[in-house]
Nanobody
Framework: QVQLVESGGGLVQPGGSLGLSCAAS????????MGWYRQVPGKQRELVAE???????NYAASVKGRFTISRDNAKNTVYLQMNSLKPEDTAVYYC??????????????WGQGTQVTVSS
């Protein structure tokens, strides 16, 4: 099973920047899509950004122009560069991966989550 390890969360002031990383590890897998989601108490988890192995990206309207998702397929790692952070960006951010292992059906894996707090 693919394991996802996230890093880079923390406290930042409004207008600041923060970078998140997520590395996937395991045996005999091929990642199709990796993405970042976020969740706050009382609200369902929402997609922030995602990227395919071919480099196609998709962003939530609320972060478009401020966040950038990128990947390193050789390292099985996805990154999220967050600029011009706002208090409403405060949430637990989760890494997600859709991948193939030894079957025809894709599987999914989630990271443990990392807290991002934007506050003065």
């Amino acid at each position: 099973q693919v394991q996802l390890v996230e890093s880079g969360g923390g406290l930042v002031q409004p207008g600041g920047s923060l970078g998140l990383s997520c590395a996937a590890s395991g045996n005999s897998f091929r990642i199709v899509v990796m993405g970042w989601y976020r969740q706050v108490p009382g609200k369902q988890r929402e997609l922030v950004a995602e990227i395919t192995s071919g480099g196609s990206t998709n962003y939530a309207a609320s972060v478009k122009g401020r966040f950038t998702i990128s990947r390193d397929n050789a390292k099985n790692t996805v990154y999220l560069q967050m600029n011009s952070l706002k208090p409403e960006d405060t949430a637990v951010y989760y890494c997600n991966a859709e991948y193939y292992s030894d079957g025809y059906s894709p599987r999914h894996s989630w990271g443990q989550g990392t807290q991002v707090t934007v506050s003065s």
